[in-house]
Each structure stands twice: as structure tokens, then as C-alpha cells.
């Protein structure tokens, strides 16, 4: 057996693992590079890798890092089966059209430029009918059985708590009649993190990869950041202020719902306007509201305690360009909560233009911002954004909430891996920096005297 890394390997998008065994071949996630990533790594299908030869792959989430390379796989000839829980295919769906979408739009754009220089158009690297082969291809599995995915291995789906529907993986592979297990942690979400269900660890393995996000440090708790949410978006409705909240269209959304709808409920806040304003935050709340089964108990216990409309009556969903545009003209108290997460594009950016130059309006981060983002200038407490062409100052009171990732912290990370650490397996920390592995390995060889790998792009490991 073999694993070998084509991405997420000292970067932490475009993970991809490669399992290879005497009967067959399989992905685990083949997700496209983002960002610094991205530039370096330009050929998107490993020169190596004849998606013709593959049996299966395996997802482990959603999220574009991890799934957004999988149309090439169909355009290069793979026809094979790829294994995922419900709501991660419902939610592949969404992410890889928008992805789609994006590099349409893109496309258009570069080729204005091409033209003018006489150089022949170039084509997206998917679109939307690739879209759909893939998903076509998408089967169903569900959560703790060992499903037998291609000659000689079975794979079991936990929860790994990081989204909707995520999974760490645990294969098994028979070959000439020894057993090996892999692991593959994939995105390991926080714990009482709103909504999710903790992390499921699992117990035995001879090879694990770990991420490494959050390696080298811990998020503040859960529920200081829950109150400093409360009590910022208490004061802003007090002095009958406009709160505008770049969010995660899949994940922060929902939470910033939730969390709302719950202090309505208590009364802990006076019900105000609040405009979720993304059509894919909507599509990925109908998907939500479709899996009761995967929320935590907290979450449950909420949904059936009372009726939800309730709590909701002073959330509207806004659908059109129209209904968005009217809010340009919002006065407070109201919220409005728009994608993307990082105000690099979609509705969000025209709300920050119409509104971040006026000081009685309240910009509310909760989620990570990249260097070079307008969400990250304004946590950097810029004087202005350039949006859309014009630079608009920035009058607008910005608060920064650090508490909300999706991804365990350096202590959970470790309390995932403690019950594997018994096995003494190989380790391997994927999905991070090279600071933030190096400081969770340097707190695993302390604890358990294991040292773990710190692998590259095309790395190979051989049991
Ligand atoms: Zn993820």
C-alpha cells in the first residue's frame, strides 16, 4: 500500500491523497488551491495521477479545498463511483457550481484582455454540464459502517464535526490477506462548536494524517465569543444601528442564524431585522434544515422545543438582485449578513460600499480573512476600501470575533489523536502551514513520543 499527497502538503488547500494498493486506486478528496497556493501549483492534474486508471474516490467534505478539482477528474475520463455523506454531495453540488460560476465569470474577464491583444480566448477549466457528470457519479454513504469502496478496501465515515455532513475516514485495506488501516482525518471541526456534533475519534490506525490548521494555537472558548456576539449586536441594536456581517455562505451563516434565533427565543436580544442576503447561504440553509439527524443535541433540543417560525419572524430571506439592491437604503436596528466571508466578491461588497463610510454602522467579522481581502483590511483597521473601483472610507465601527472556526485547536487536535497514539502509527500533519505543523508535532513527540511526518507535495508513503 501507498499513499502519495498532490496537495495540502505545507499549504492548506487543494488536499488530495492518492491510495494505491496491488487491486486498486483511489482519491481521497481532490480539492483545488486557493490563494498563495494556487500560484504555485498551476497544473491542476498531477502529471502522474490517469484518472482513467482510478476505482473510487472518497470525500470528506464540502468545502471548495477539498472537492473543487473533481470535474476534472470526469473531463479526463473517470467514470468510477465517489463516496460521500448525503449532505456533503448536496452540498458539493452548490460549492462546485458556484465554483463553475466563478471561473466562467473569470474566464469572460481575461478574455476581454486577450482579445484586445490578439491572443485566442481561453476556456474555464469546468463548467456547469462537468458540474453535473460529477455529481452524477456521487453515491451515498452514511456514517460509522465500513462500506466496501473498491477491490480489497473498505472505508467507515465519521463525524468529524467541521461542517454539514464532514467525515474523517478510516480504511481499511486487505492485501494478500494482511490488514492495514489508513486514516484520514480530514477538516476536524471545534468542539461545542454551534449546531455541528463534536468530533468522532477514532481508535486504531497504522498510517494517519492529520491536519494541522490550528497546530499551533487554541480559539478563545466557545462561549465568551457567544457573548461578545450578544453583547456587540445588543449595543448596535440599542443605538438603532445597521450591523453589516461578511459570512461563510455554508456554516458561519447558519450559525449567525441560530445563535440569533436562540437569544429571540430567551429574549436575551429584542427581535430586529436581520436580511440573510446570499442565494447560496439559502440553498445551504434548505440543506440544513434537511438533516436533522447531523445537528448536535443542543441544536435539536432547540428545533423541537418550539415552533421556529416563531424565532424567525423578523429574518428575511433575500432572493433577488432587486430585494438585495433595496437595501442599500437600510436604517437600523437591522442586520444584514451576506457572502462572501472575506468581502472578495458577492453582495457583500455592495453593502460595505453603501454603508462602511457611515459611523453609526456596526461590521461584524467572524470568520477567517486572508491577507490582501478588504475583510482583512478592516480588521487591520484600514482608513479605506477600494470596492468595486471606488476607495470609500471606512467610518464604520469593525469587531473582530476569533472564536467561531470550524477547525479544532491545538488541543482538540491533539485529544483527536490520543486514542489513535496508542497504535503508534506512522503520523503525518497535512492541511497546514509549516509553523502550525511544526508546533503540533512538536507537542505530539512531547506527549507521545511519536514523530510525525511533515510531508510535501508529492510526497509517498509505503506500508
Ligand atoms: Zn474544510
Known sequence: MRVTLYGAAGGVTG????????????????????GADEAQHREAMPRDLDPR???????THAHLDHVGRLPLLAK??????IYGTQATIQLADLVLRDSAKIQRQDAEYENKHRQRRGQPPIEPPYDDEDVTHIIQQCQTVGYDHPVPVARGLTARFVDAGHMLGSSSIDVVITENGRHKRAIFSGDVGSRDAPILRDPVPLQEG????????????DHRPIDQTIAEFRTIVGDAVA?????????FAIGRAQTLLYLLAVMFRRDELPKFPVYLDSPMALAANRIYLEHPELIDAEARRFLNDAPLSEDTETMHMVESVAESRALNDMRGPAMIIASSGMA??????????????????????????????????LVDGADHLTLMGDRVPVRASVHTLNGFSAHAGQTDLVRWFAPLADDRPRLALTHGEQAAREALAAVIAAQYGIQAALPDYGARFDM
Not at 239 to 247: E, K, S, T
Open 76 to 81: 479526463a475520463g473517470f467514470h468510477g463511483p
Open 239 to 247: 443605538r438603532r444601528g445597521l450591523i453589516l456581517a461578511p459570512a
Open 15 to 34: 488536499s488530495a491523497y492518492l491510495i494505491e494498493t496491488t487491486t486498486a486506486r483511489l482519491l481521497v478528496d481532490f480539492g483545488l488551491f486557493q
Open 344 to 377: 472578495t466578491g458577492g453582495r457583500i461588497v455592495h453593502h460595505l460600499k453603501h454603508h462602511v463610510w457611515q459611523p453609526d454602522v456596526s461590521v461584524l467579522i467572524t470568520g477567517f480573512q486572508a491577507q490582501g481581502t478588504p475583510g482583512r483590511q
Open 53 to 59: 486508471r482510478l476505482d473510487a474516490v472518497l470525500l
Open 206 to 217: 497504522d498510517l494517519v494524517f492529520l491536519e494541522s490548521t490550528y497546530g499551533d494555537r
